[in-house]
């Protein structure tokens, strides 16, 4: 399936999609900073641009960890980044009444992997009639990224995407098989890999998650041969310094470059 969004079209195999931003919104300057300079890249690489950020991050190790401004004013926030640098959004929903308001800003409705098995959360999403990312939960094989699709198609919405984020390991590790990518990909929906996501190291730092952010381009570029459609980055501008999962995210000095070998391996690719 092919997935039409703004001016550009997700799966058709011929242009790289990348999602990409911050975690967590931090501050209206770290979004305008970082929205400015992916679009910039994108526009130079020629690649498809959705700016990323999580208005609420309720997943959070802690419950002291540092979660976001929240849904009104991280609303706010993102809707003068996407009149601004006039790119589109997606971010996470995790409640079902969220939807609909979430939907009124952002282009993308993504589902976290802990509750893509959520059905009511599901359900809201679809009835948005906007894109519905659901990101493959720890504790499932592909394979079961069937049903829990039917629930957005049963419920009116076939614009779906599934995003392979890492699969549990033993404890406090995560593994890509690129199997999955496959196996997704044959359900007939646009596949997104998530490569700062699977390189976390959940639970690793006691009260909060680790990673190890050096293998991203590395895994992201395996991804790219596997067959993927679009890739996910969180990216900051100086993620040591970030207020949620820093360890695992991609410095946006860094962007280009990584960008750049993925485009390049998507290509050889699909020739």
């Keep these: 399936m092919v997935i039409e969004l703004n001016n550009f079209l997700i799966g058709d195999n011929k242009k790289l999609t990348i999602l990409a931003g911050p975690c967590a919104i931090e501050s209206q300057d770290i979004l305008d900073e970082t929205a400015k300079t ?3 890249i994108c526009q130079k690489l020629d690649i498809n ?17 540092f979660r976001g401004p929240g849904m009104e004013k991280g609303l706010e926030m993102l809707q003068r980044v996407k009149d601004k640098y006039n790119v589109p959004i997606v971010t996470d929903i995790h409640l079902p009444e969220q939807a609909e308001p979430v939907s009124k800003v952002a282009d993308i409705l993504q589902i976290p992997a802990f509750l893509c098995r959520q059905t009511d959360l599901l359900v809201a999403a679809a009835k948005t009639g906007k894109i519905v990312n659901i990101k493959k939960g720890q504790f499932l094989a592909p394979e079961q990224m069937k ?18 984020r890492g699969t549990t390991f ?23 890999f998530d490569a700062t996501h699977s390189v ?3 639970g690793s730092n006691g009260d909060s998650t680790g990673g190890d952010r050096r293998f991203v381009p590395l895994l992201a570029n395996c991804a790219m ?15 040591d ?7 695992n995210m991609l410095s946006l000095n860094d962007a280009e470059k990584v ?5 390049e391996i998507f290509e050889v690719v699909r020739k």
Excluded: W
């Design 49 to 65: 641009y959705v700016f990323k950020s999580s208005f609420d991050k309720a997943n959070r190790s802690s419950i002291n960890s």
């Design 200 to 202: 976390q190291m959940p």
């Design 259 to 263: 960008f750049a070998k993925c485009k």
């Design 241 to 247: 310094c970030a207020k949620c999962d820093g360890a």
């Design 38 to 40: 992916l679009k910039e």
């Design 147 to 164: 049903s829990i699709a039917q629930k957005v198609v049963d419920s009116g919405n076939s614009k779906i995407m599934l995003t392979d």
């Design 170 to 192: 033993g404890y406090n590790n995560l593994v890509s098989d690129f199997r999955s990518i496959v196996i997704m990909k044959q359900l007939g929906f646009p596949v997104v």
């Design 225 to 239: 041969a596997a067959g993927a459609d679009v890739l996910f980055f969180e990216i900051h501008p100086n993620p």
